[in-house]
């Protein structure tokens, strides 16, 4: 009996143009990170479950997957518990370890782990699959690719500048020039829960605030209202701080209104120093805002915080970067400080950026360059030595049997070469072979006795 | 309370120098495969069960990963399965996906599923990670990536030599140079089989005469004898046949002894064409020999079976690569004959081998280069606008911490860069930065004012 073929919901094939169009994209990324002295590190696709439980929260704990103990240790199974409805206790009986998450955790366990062998600081970057148990649906899957780079173990500002400088390098040669970064500082988010009496409530005063370009300022506060009993006095202050405005206002605002303690104090000095970097570098810098709606990651990021946004249709793709900085990086593993910075590209958005504004270059759809026409066996053997000449620097692929001329040119034609080389009975007669110009259909003469730097394409 | 760090039994973390090597390697079988007109194709990391089931044999199906079903799933675990000890059936009521245990089936599926999209002849290439649950030991792993090129569609003999000639442009790349391919054919096998009248446990023959190389041939004519009833007159021709000897002196050993039907006549001339191609090309091709014990992969490949050993140290390291002819890849899946070819890697000894003869160039130990020494932020951010112009052909990384110059200077040295820029309150006064050289202790004095092809190393 023959079994339909097909994969699970929320996993994907990636057919050769795809992945030469991902590895364009990685290759970049890579080569940024590179060139900023980050070294690539992988970690295993499995951790103990020890290592990933408790730190998604509730809601990521129950998107990990778990993979089942193998063999007879399924005997093991808890079956009370299962009785009992307690599904943890149920699956840790039968689990001991889970794929990939995200690549922070296992960041942080790595660097616990090395400690004693890492220099630090340590900038390391890891473009690898992290798999998530979301409910598959268009546009969101299950396996999908990471990449973050990161700086463990230095306080610098510098870096926040350097991971400005990065992104700005990444989305320059992508050609994609409708991003914009948007940066905002938890101090001063701080200090504007404090300015109007919810910082007891930050966390959920900022999840509120983070649905600000989403659904307006008057939505927010309304919420605000109801959800964390927003005093009527604070509306129009909470007006005047979220009036959209440049990053000058912006920063301006800060230092007039929302310093009110050291911290707030020493995070309005470390954006404006920021900002004045930013300015004298600009022409390595793509368009950049202080933005004090920016409210992503709170629970994790404890200084400055990053977005990357496509401007130009926000509401489709949302956001294609994202990061900041964060005080301990391991303390679920070890009590040494040791304070961080990073970022993370989003490649499946960035992709689709990418090929909706077609920026793909042309010469990556295919690897295929040059078809050799199978004339026969005879034919095939003479012109073998002279192909890896040619393969020093091109692709050349040989039909394998010789089939009529017009398949194996629909063939080339349908699998995009760009050349074919026609070496039949005329041709060895004459000790020539021909290569064919598939697109302008010039056919150029080369003696097949020729070196390989003087064959004419 | 402080968790230890530490990752599951049979996982790796590659630390940066390794991901590097590692990536040489992949690297150069990319580039070969690309330059052959293979195409990259990449397939999810967990498959249906239905897919993978039944794929492997019962000792493969153990060492499948299951992943756990997600959420609520999981409450339908067939508890009575599991009091019955019928354990497949209690894992496939709580499992429906596991992860890919090799690049095979997902080929197969994959071409099935598209075969109605792909232009036959399909020549397609994947480097991907698999995971099997071996119980972990030294050199091991549970996780692990093979790299496997495939021709779907074609009976072509040319493909043969193609997989050699792919065998041989990365080995050379590698600069291994005592690595050998070894060549054999199922028929000859079964010729052989027939001749000493075993052909009715040809598997079984196969599995005892797969062991020569190492036990020798009297030892395997005495399991023959006790396992399965070899007659004691086959024993001087199984010695004349499995005496060492030249691939010259095997084929005509095959010519005169081992053609009894048509399939063997068949792969007698097979192998023969095959021999002159090799001849004829040598110069692009390592050390090859037919050999007739090489007696691997005959539960699967139909055809010719190839496979590439350490010569130098052959118990030590063993195989590094492996491949054939197979007659029908998609037979699970559907009733299209579908022949193929493919070949693989062994990365993991692959780079043993290169790691142990020190084979791996210097230049890819690590990817650091420029280290920028800190000597305060003033300084730093003077001197950024030139780093950019350095990183268009040099990887600069700045100390993000104005430390103690000692301490940057091991650092530099433990992380291996090669230069260090020099940029100070008198280096600042003279509009000039130096490039220190670490090996050799030259420094280069630039200006601060040069363009950036100008700069002194």
Known sequence: MSLKPSIPKGTRDYHPEIVLKRNY????????????????IKTPSFEKIKTLSGKYGNEGDRLIFNILNSG?????????????NNIPEFVSSISEKAL???LTVPLARYVSQYQNEIKFPFKRFQIQNVWRADRPQKGRYQEFTQCDADVIGSNSLYLEFEMIQMYSAVFKRLGLKKVEIKINHREILASISRKIELSDNFLDFVIILD??????????????????????KYQSILNDIFKIKSSQETL?????????????????RELKELYDLLCIN?????????????ARGLDYYTGAIFEVINVSNQDYIGSVGGGGRYKNLTER????????????????????????????????KTTND???INFGKEYIHKILPILNKIRSDRNVSIYPDPVKLSKQFTYADKNKFNYVIIFGQEEMKKEIFKIKNLKSGKECINSIKSHAKDFKF
Chains 1, 2 share one sequence.
């Open 370 to 372: 040059v078809l050799v």
């Open 211 to 232: 649905k600000l370009s989403k659904i307006g300022i008057d939505k927010v506060i309304n919420e605000l209202k109801k959800k964390l009993g927003l005093k009527d």
């Open 282 to 294: 600009s022409d390595d810098i793509i368009n950049f805002s202080f933005d004090l709606n920016l």
């Open 25 to 40: 994209i990685t290759d970049i990324i890579r080569k940024v990170f590179i060139s900023y002295g980050y070294l690539e």
């Open 333 to 364: 593993f070890n009590s040494k400080n040791l304070p961080g910075i990073g970022i993370s590209f989003g490649l499946e958005r960035i992709f689709h950026l990418i090929d909706d504004n077609d920026l793909f270059p042309d010469h990556i």
């Open 252 to 268: 301006t605002l800060i230092k007039d209104e929302l310093i009110d303690d050291k911290s707030s104090d020493l995070a309005y």
């Open 72 to 84: 007879e240790k399924v005997k093991k199974a808890n079956i009370n518990s299962l009785k009992n």
């Open 100 to 102: 990939r998450y995200d």
